[in-house]
T-cell receptor, first 113, second 114 residues
Framework: DQQVKQNSPSLSVQEGRISILNCDYT??????FLWYKKYPAEGPTFLIS?????DKNEDGRFTVFLNKSAKHLSLHIVPSQPGDSAVYFC????????????FGKGTRLHILP | GAGVSQTPSNKVTEKGKYVELRCDPI?????LYWYRQSLGQGPEFLIY????????DSGLPNDRFFAVRPEGSVSTLKIQRTERGDSAVYLC????????????FGPGTRLLVL
């Protein structure tokens, strides 16, 4: 029973365009959400996070949007660059209540030249 | 500064053998996590240490899996009587505290059980 779902296994985007990665969750107790990026043969690297008290968090080219009523979040990357090609994991936790972070299965992003 | 390191980077063993996987966290990080990532899946939580004690081991799949962190720094994940289904990448992460403190991951140990 997946509590964090990334329904697109892969996504291809033209360089310079916007990449939108989606994530849905089922546990209403989650109050903190994260995106991690992973290159082959490396561990995941933290990218950006958002608390449930916000609906948007921006860091340079990366913006995360949270829609609590829909239990949905998305990561926007604009403009997309070749180095953005990687696997992106959405993750969630109940910060302060539970020490676990629950990860989705990931979406492989390909930036096309 | 140095990040999280894990040794070995790759481990091949035979079914039924015992293996130990080591994690060196970022210096000063009190929180340490072990995850397992199978092919096509995201990291799956195994166990969390705060200091020397296992604060949450609810993710360990069965009693063949055990982890220690005797001095509150280096941790060892131990797997007894390995099975082919144990083949996965085992990831370690450390953090300066509990969530929402950022977890920093090591490169992982790729375990293959033949």
């Amino acid at each position: 029973d997946q509590q964090v779902k990334q329904n697109s296994p892969s996504l291809s985007v033209q360089e310079g365009r916007i990449s939108i990665l989606n994530c849905d969750y089922t546990n209403s107790m989650f109050d903190y959400f994260l995106w991690y990026k992973k290159y082959p043969a490396e561990g995941p690297t933290f990218l950006i996070s958002i608390s449930s008290i916000k609906d948007k968090n921006e860091d340079g080219r990366f913006t995360v949007f949270l829609n609590k009523s829909a239990k949905h979040l998305s990561l926007h990357i604009v403009p997309s660059q070749p180095g953005d090609s990687a696997v992106y994991f959405c993750a969630a936790s109940s910060a302060g209540r539970d020490d676990k972070i629950i990860f989705g299965k990931g979406t492989r992003l390909h930036i096309l030249p | 500064g140095a990040g999280v390191s894990q040794t070995p980077s790759n481990k091949v063993t035979e079914k039924g053998k015992y293996v130990e996987l080591r994690c060196d966290p970022i210096s000063g990080h009190t929180a340490l996590y072990w995850y397992r990532q199978s092919l096509g899946q995201g990291p799956e939580f195994l166990i969390y240490f705060q200091g020397t004690g296992a604060a949450d081991d609810s993710g360990l799949p069965n009693d063949r899996f055990f982890a220690v962190r005797p001095e509150g720094s280096v941790s060892t994940l131990k797997i007894q009587r390995t099975e082919r289904g144990d083949s996965a990448v085992y990831l370690c992460a450390s953090a300066s505290g509990r969530p929402p403190e950022t977890q920093y991951f090591g490169p992982g140990t790729r375990l293959l059980v033949l």
